[in-house]
């Protein structure tokens, strides 16, 4: 069993950054697959990007894509997003999320994974 902790979210301004954590808790963190995903008021949760075990290949939604940098640290079962430029259409709760399987062919599908942290806010104010 893996639990998952999001930490860094808060209220920006368009423009600013943020860096948001995931840790894990258990070393099979590091052959676990991890992602983003965000959930904004009235709207379905969506994927934000994915990370393989390994730490390359990694994928992001066209959103987000050149702004936002998704990594990892297996040595401290920890994940990360920095996220820079924020837009107002970032402001969502974001969750982290991490599968059983060594691969996940459908990593933008929420229903891919078996772990879900409790998710933490950003808002950013234009």
């Known amino acids: 069993q893996v639990q998952l902790v999001e930490s860094g979210g808060g209220l920006v301004q368009a423009g600013d950054s943020l860096r948001l954590s995931c840790a894990a808790s258990?070393?099979?963190?590091?052959?676990?697959?991890t992602a983003w995903f965000r959930q904004a008021p009235g709207k379905e949760r969506e994927f934000v990007s994915f990370?393989?075990?390994?730490?390359?290949?990694?994928y992001y939604a066209d959103s987000v894509k050149g702004r936002f940098t998704i990594s990892r640290d297996n040595a401290k079962y920890t994940m990360y997003l920095q996220m820079n430029n924020l837009k107002p259409e970032d402001t969502a709760v974001y969750y982290c999320?991490?599968?059983?399987?060594?691969?996940?062919?459908?990593?933008?599908?929420?229903?891919?994974?078996?772990?879900w942290g409790q998710g933490t806010q950003v808002t950013v104010s234009s």
């Open positions: 999320a991490a599968s059983r399987e060594l691969r996940v062919p459908r990593f933008s599908s929420s229903s891919s994974y078996n772990y």
């Open positions: 258990g070393r099979t963190f590091s052959t676990y697959p």
């Open positions: 990370i393989p075990w390994s730490g390359t290949g990694t």
